[in-house]
């Protein structure tokens, strides 16, 4: 461990330890966290889902650090620097924080010489749990990573579960069905403890295992809807109602949705965690989250959403839609090859005039040029242009100066492609045009 010393070269360590990237299973994560002796005095919000989940968890942190509660949040993946996976009071953690916690989790997995593998994605997830459990927190929420039921989170009994929307992502380790994939969404569940489910139509596998295990099931449409005009909107839960709310400050029509499922939440905590209606109007007011079709003003105007499977990017798609006219639509993507590739491309390219595909820098990306054959066999107008590039840089700078003032630019797939264009900071853009 001596040479152990910064975040990357714990990061590192983590990559090198397992035989496989992802490995579905508790025991070897649970077998470590005993012997750190992690626990938790606090209550505690497990969000899972295929959509919203990002959306979801920075709601409630909003919310609640508005009614004054200390919180801890943990999402994953993260954009441009692993910190940004753990917040506590709102606050991105620093690596010297982390590093002290990876060496407790190194400590505890090499045990007496018992040696516990653990994946990267276990490996990190016990290191910020523990920093989390440390941070003396009134709340602490936590967004799943793949799945839910063997998902490393789930270690920790969820004192009320967050199910958001549910498509088909993942299919290879989750199933190929909602059905299949709703079941191991819903393993975060706990007998007597609430679960919020805010997809409007659900698979019937989670509502059939609320009822075996006996949780507290908030449906949505059923337990709490809502109800707005261009204006504002309304939600009205279990005993709950909030009037004349403003639209949260997260763009996009799927985010009142979201928005729903996290007042049923905060709702079914109000006796442990009791909000008011101000809290409420000031967090979804304020708050903020990367990437989640993030409107970068300037000219072009862009676009940036983390959207990469169908789900996704069918309210993308429908987001652009609403953003009224432009004379030209430039889009960067850049996806994992493992994704639905033909609907999502089929479903957005209507919109799209010019395409920009990018390599990523990970061995499970498509390239670019994959990509643009996956493009070339779904598209259906041909007067579309594409090319493909080697970074999302790349991509976005040759968009930039193809494109006029007016027109917009999207930049949309995996967090590595979204993230790619964030790593410098917030681009502005200038069309070359406008020096003219």
């Not at 626990?39 to 709601?59: D, E, H, L, Q, W």
């Not at 009134?138 to 009320?160: M, P």
């Not at 993942?170 to 393993?187: D, P, S």
Request: proline residues 5%.
């Amino acid at each position: 461990m001596e040479h152990l010393i910064t975040l990357d070269d714990w990061l590192a360590h983590c990559e090198r330890l397992h035989p496989k990237t992802i490995d579905m299973g508790l025991a070897r994560v649970r077998a470590v966290a005993e012997r750190m002796g992690l626990r938790f005095s606090c209550p505690i919000i497990t969000v899972a889902g295929t959509n919203g989940k990002g959306s979801s968890c920075a709601m409630l942190e909003a919310i609640l650090m508005e009614a004054g509660y200390r919180t801890g949040v943990y999402t994953s993946p993260h954009l441009v620097h692993f910190e940004e996976r753990c917040r506590v009071r709102g606050d991105i953690v620093s690596a010297p924080e982390l590093v002290a916690n990876f060496s407790r989790v190194e400590r505890a997995r090499t045990l007496n010489g018992d040696e516990i593998s653990l994946s990267y994605f276990e490996f990190t997830t016990l290191a910020i749990l523990q920093l989390l459990a440390d941070a003396r927190l009134d709340v602490v929420i936590l967004e799943v990573g793949l799945g839910g039921r063997l998902d490393a989170v789930n270690i920790l009994d969820a004192d009320c579960a967050l199910i958001t929307s549910i498509d088909l992502d993942h299919m290879e380790l989750l199933g190929n069905n909602r059905e299949t994939i709703g079941l191991e969404k819903a393993g975060i569940m706990r007998a007597g403890k609430p679960v919020v489910v805010s997809d409007p139509v659900p698979p019937q596998s989670i509502l059939d295992h609320a009822a075996e295990v006996g949780a507290d099931l908030w449906r949505f449409g059923h337990d709490f809807n809502f109800s707005g005009d261009k204006l504002q909107w309304s939600w009205a839960g279990r005993g709950r109602r909030y009037a004349g709310l403003a639209y949260p400050a997260l763009r996009g029509a799927n985010q009142l949705v979201n928005a729903s499922g996290v007042l049923a939440a905060l709702t079914a905590l109000r006796d442990r965690l009791p909000v008011t209606a101000q809290a409420v109007r000031n967090g979804l007011s304020l708050v903020e989250l990367p990437g989640r079709f993030q409107i970068i003003p300037g000219q072009p105007t862009l676009v940036l959403d983390v959207a990469h499977n169908p789900h996704s990017v069918a309210a993308l798609t429908e987001n652009l839609d609403a953003m009224g006219f432009y004379p030209c639509t430039h889009a960067v993507f850049g996806a994992m090859a493992d994704k639905d590739l033909a609907p999502m491309l089929a479903r957005v390219g209507p919109l799209i005039d010019k395409w920009y595909f990018c390599d990523l820098p990970t061995a499970r990306a498509a390239t670019g040029e994959a990509l643009q054959a996956k493009w070339a066999a779904v598209k259906t107008r041909p007067d579309v242009m594409a090319h493909a590039y080697k970074s999302p840089e790349l991509a976005l700078q040759a968009a930039v100066e193809a494109a006029d003032p007016a027109d917009r630019i999207v930049v949309f797939g995996s967090f590595l492609t979204v993230g790619g264009i964030l790593k410098d900071g917030v681009p502005r853009l200038s069309a070359p045009h406008l020096a003219t």
